[in-house]
Structures are given as structure tokens and as C-alpha cells.
């Protein structure tokens, strides 16, 4: 009696873990980041996928007075855009200095040229999902 039921508990737990890797592999909600190294300046991409806001990294400018250079590339469905609110760091908290609208299919520029001529100035997107509640993948880069 002992030795079944310690089989079965067993079997229960090699089943638990069987399903609980399987939803680990098809969990979209990951992000990855990578760089591309350029001549002068490098490339930060930012990839994952949202269904109603998430935040890019923090980023820098890389030439002082050219302001912010980014961009994003989503692939969503619905209706509406994609809405990216372009923050700043103070000591106060983030601040949003600039708004926005995406395209929910495709590349948009999200350059901003009147950024902060420090280079220590942190910066950061927020993208929000203005239409549909479904899940949009997205690639933001920045260069600096």
C-alpha cells in the first residue's frame, strides 16, 4: 500500500512538472535584449511582447543636442496604435516629456530632438496599447 502510493505521488509530480515546463516554453511575455556595435555608437534592441503598457530599458543620447534616436517595430492586431510616451529621469521621479502614437504594424520613429544635452540623463518609453486588449511583440531600439 505504502509503495503504491508513493508511486503515484510520483507519477503526480513528474505529471505537475511535465505541464509546468510546457506553459515555461510558450510564455511570450519574456523579453530579450542584444547590441549592435557601429562605428561611433551602438545599438540596443528590446524585444518581448505587452497587452496593455510595459516599459523599454533606460537609455542615453549619444550625441549631445541630437537629442533622443529610437524607434520601434511592432507586429499587433485591432484596432488602434500604440501609444509611446517618451519619459526623462529627475530627482523628482520620470517625467513625460513627449508623446508618441505608433504604428501597431511596422516601424515608427520615435526620435526626439530637443532631449537634455547631458549625457547622463536617463530616458525610458512607456508603450501603451490604445485599441484592442490583444498581445502586441515589439522591438524598440536605441542608439547611443
Do not use: C
Not at 521621479?93 to 544635452?117: H, M, P, R
Amino acid at each position: 500500500m505504502k509503495k503504491k502510493f508513493v508511486m503515484t505521488l510520483v507519477a503526480f509530480v513528474i505529471a505537475l512538472t511535465g505541464f509546468t515546463a510546457i506553459d515555461l516554453t510558450n510564455n511570450q511575455a519574456q523579453a530579450k535584449d542584444w547590441v549592435k556595435k557601429g562605428g561611433i555608437w551602438s545599438t540596443h534592441y528590446h524585444s518581448g511582447t505587452f497587452k496593455n503598457y510595459t516599459y523599454t530599458p533606460t537609455f542615453y543620447i549619444w550625441i549631445s543636442g541630437e537629442g533622443v534616436n529610437a524607434g520601434i517595430t511592432a507586429n499587433g492586431s485591432g484596432s488602434g496604435k500604440i501609444k509611446a510616451v517618451l519619459q526623462q529621469k529627475t530627482s523628482k521621479g520620470w517625467k513625460n516629456v513627449k508623446t508618441f502614437y505608433a504604428k501597431k504594424k511596422g516601424y515608427t520613429d520615435l526620435n526626439y530632438k530637443k532631449a537634455s544635452k547631458s549625457y547622463k540623463t536617463k530616458y525610458r518609453f512607456k508603450l501603451t496599447n490604445t485599441g484592442s486588449k490583444k498581445t502586441i511583440k515589439y522591438t524598440f531600439a536605441s542608439v547611443y
